[in-house]
């Protein structure tokens, strides 16, 4: 725990007033941990869609230029002046990124809490992961078992909690069922085994017969190809089948919340006795939480009035939960690491790597089976 | 009240399978109040944009056709295969329409109220009222003073609930101003006053000049219009003064519901002390109960993930309101019917009127201002 290097590299991400991204590594001083923090070396760290969201920002990237600077890699792309206009926040500002983490405590400052960590393999959250080290609060790490593959505890936050979210959601909001899009990803694989687990019912929905094919091997009853032409059909029988009334919808873009919520009224239509002008009463909820497709939604409004989409945020979530949902939650993550939350990566990479354009080319197509996992230290 | 024809004249909409509208005139037995009930002769029924989507269904009204049945009028529309998907409820039902209207009580049953309301000028609700009688429980007139309008009388119910059911939603949900589309509507004029009367701040959208104009002849302090070309810039500017999170849209199709998402997450934006790549944590509510665009909503999601967009309808809040809500709204609509709540017909028409195709043209183009009042005894 001693050979420390005095220098941590980390990755950044500026908006410049002109109208212009940069995304770069630069070398800081490596941090020193207070009385309540730890030290850790960041051992993997993956690259989720809410992470792209503020490392590429509004910026045109097919604009994207590649140099270096101080001898560390440096990208630079335009942001299109409507981009600009959401970007108004973070102008100036060079930020750090890297939602969640795993790695090792290899210095601790002086409180229990955080002596308690020394030496231990642990999951982090937070922000500013890329890089080669994160000093951050004990609190916010989720001591994991001795000898977890830093691959296995790299995703303990995002997806297990989000998925977990959503059944809860379902449950709190009077649901009994529920609808997923982009079902293939691998919180939706996580999701695909709680609700197994959990006597859920589940209407998964992808965009191919491979992704239907992976989806039956793990055990999902409902898989529904957007792409056949008889989709509308297959969703309402199955709405009808299950009674899902509460969909999550990590696309965001194009009319598929709007098709949810219309099927979801036409089997509810199927249950009313009588017609009525104004459609069914039964309400009908889909949460828009990705943004997979950055365009418009289209929504065609044929699903009465009696209906409502929502964004949703997984820390919005926690925070409204309560303390000890969060703790039973977070239990349940661990306990499950490598069967329900076993999270798959097509890619391993470099800090160096993750600024490479083609390989920001690749990740940031956000491919259904594709996920990038960055190994700061090989 | 002895004098009454055997006969009452009703109008009636009729889906047919192989995808036809009819709407016509019939000649029916008059009938004969129950004991609890009341006979009421219609001397003025509004046609609401809500009846208009039981009237004409999803006919495609440029294939109307005039014709006669029995020496009344009958009009034909065919009815496009999509169309015919929503209608499936109600293929082969003559059903009556019309929501609500103001007439005199002619007969009563035997009851103590049904009794108490003869000879009295009422308001009613209930559908089946584009008739010249209307035979209904006595619970479900409104007894108004002696000598009232029948005209101020016509539109006790939908359009006033509905504008304090907005007042009464943002309230409950914990929101301190309100924005409105449309607003130039006999709704909005009355939301105007309202929202003046109770202190509260309301930003008022309109497509026009002469209805900017109008609106601020009654007193609107926000009043902006979506046709100038820095229209969101003067919505965030309302917005920002006024601290409104809550908006009730009767346009539903097209990009203004997220606009006004989007503006709404503007203002909340400058007052956050710091960046953040999710946007506000403001919640945003936006509710759409119209459809004077029935083409697709259209959400460019530039508003964060705090945000939720749903549908409304009067009567199910009106349930969950509860009945100590439902009676003091009643009793402000009679108190200040003819200030607050006064409407405005730009038209009066016969029941046979109604059926004329170039009537039917005008009325369905739902023109602010324009507004049509059924006089079914002249």
Same mark, same amino acid.
């Given at each position: 725990m001693t050979d420390l290097p005095d220098t941590n590299l980390v990755m950044l991400t500026l908006v410049k007033p002109e109208g212009e991204l940069e995304v770069f590594l630069e070398r800081r001083p490596m941090p020193n941990p207070a009385p309540h923090e730890v030290l850790v070396k960041v051992l993997a760290t993956p690259i989720n869609p809410s992470d792209l969201g503020l490392l590429l920002g509004a910026a045109d990237m097919s604009t994207a230029r590649a140099s270096t600077r101080d001898g560390l890699p440096l990208v630079t792309a335009d942001i299109p002046a409507p981009g600009m206009r959401a970007m108004a926040g973070r102008i100036g500002d060079a930020l750090p990124i890297g939602n969640e983490g795993c790695g090792l405590v290899v210095k601790a400052g002086s409180s229990p809490e955080a002596q308690a960590l020394l030496g231990k393999t642990v999951a982090l959250i937070g922000?500013?992961?890329?890089?080669e080290y994160r000093c951050l609060p004990a609190q916010m790490c989720m001591l994991l078992p001795d000898g977890t593959d830093p691959r296995d505890g790299a995703s303990c936050f995002v997806n297990p909690l989000t998925s977990l979210a959503f059944t809860e959601t379902m449950r709190m909001e009077g649901h009994s069922a529920l609808v997923h899009t982009a079902a293939a990803s691998n919180l939706g694989q996580m999701l695909v085994k709680i609700c197994a687990k959990d006597g859920i019912p589940l209407v998964n929905i992808v965009r191919s017969e491979a992704q239907v094919a992976l989806l039956k091997s793990i055990g999902a009853a409902h898989v529904i190809n957007s792409?056949?032409?008889d989709f509308m059909d297959q969703l309402t029988a199955a709405l009808t089948e299950t009674g899902a009334t509460c969909g999550f919808d /990590?696309?965001? $873009? $194009?009319?598929l919340a709007g098709q949810i919520l219309a099927c979801m009224e036409a089997a509810a239509v199927k249950r009313m006795a009588s017609y009525s002008r104004y459609g069914s009463d039964t309400f009908k909820q889909v949460y828009i939480? $990705? /943004?997979?497709?950055?365009g418009p939604t289209i929504l065609?409004?044929?699903? $009465?009035?009696t209906w409502s989409l929502s964004g949703f945020l997984l820390t919005p979530f926690l925070q409204k939960a309560g303390r000890e949902v969060n703790m039973r939650l977070r239990q349940r993550v661990v306990d499950e690491l490598t069967t329900t939350f076993k999270s798959h990566y097509s890619h391993e990479i470099s800090l160096t790597d993750a600024l490479a354009l083609d390989i920001i080319a690749e990740y940031n197509a956000k491919r259904t089976g594709e996920k990038y996992l960055i190994r700061p230290h090989g």
């Open positions: 922000g500013e992961i890329y890089a792409s056949d032409e /990590a696309i965001g $873009g $194009g009319k939480y $990705g /943004a997979l497709d950055l065609n409004r044929s699903f $009465g009035l």
